[in-house]
């Protein structure tokens, strides 16, 4: 089977810290690589990252409850403005989690709004 692996495989050993930067486009349709491309969440009342089991059928729309989450309103998840997100699960975080491939995704709330803004697999090793 082959996929884009985004995060690449992540030791199930040991903490696992995932930070990513978030980026605009500018106005030609181009990822913005200045400063003013990253996005600012500053208004943002929540952003909550998952981590769930990636479904056996591939375009599946049933998704699996996710064995990891952290949140900005949990204080499990930061965001250094401007445009980085960060979650650390600690040392023992993959105590109840068998290998395999996972499904990281991220929601955004901003005032009444909720959208993904990402959804990328990462091999749990």
Not at 65 to 83: C, D, K, Q, W, Y
């Amino acid at each position: 089977m082959a996929f884009l692996n985004a995060l690449g495989q992540v030791s199930r050993r040991g903490q696992w810290r995932l930070r990513r930067s978030f980026r605009a486009a500018d106005p030609t349709g181009r990822l913005d690589l200045s400063d003013d491309g990253l996005i600012d969440f500053s208004r943002a009342s929540d952003l909550v990252l998952t981590v769930s089991p990636r479904p056996p059928v591939v375009g599946s729309r049933r998704q699996a409850e996710p064995v990891l989450t952290a949140s900005m309103r949990a204080g499990t998840l930061f965001v250094l403005n401007p445009g980085f997100v960060e979650a650390l699960f600690p040392d023992g975080w993959s105590a109840d989690i068998p290998p395999g491939l996972y499904d990281v995704r991220l929601m955004v709330t901003i005032g009444p709004e909720t959208a993904e803004i990402f959804d990328e697999p990462v091999e749990l090793i």
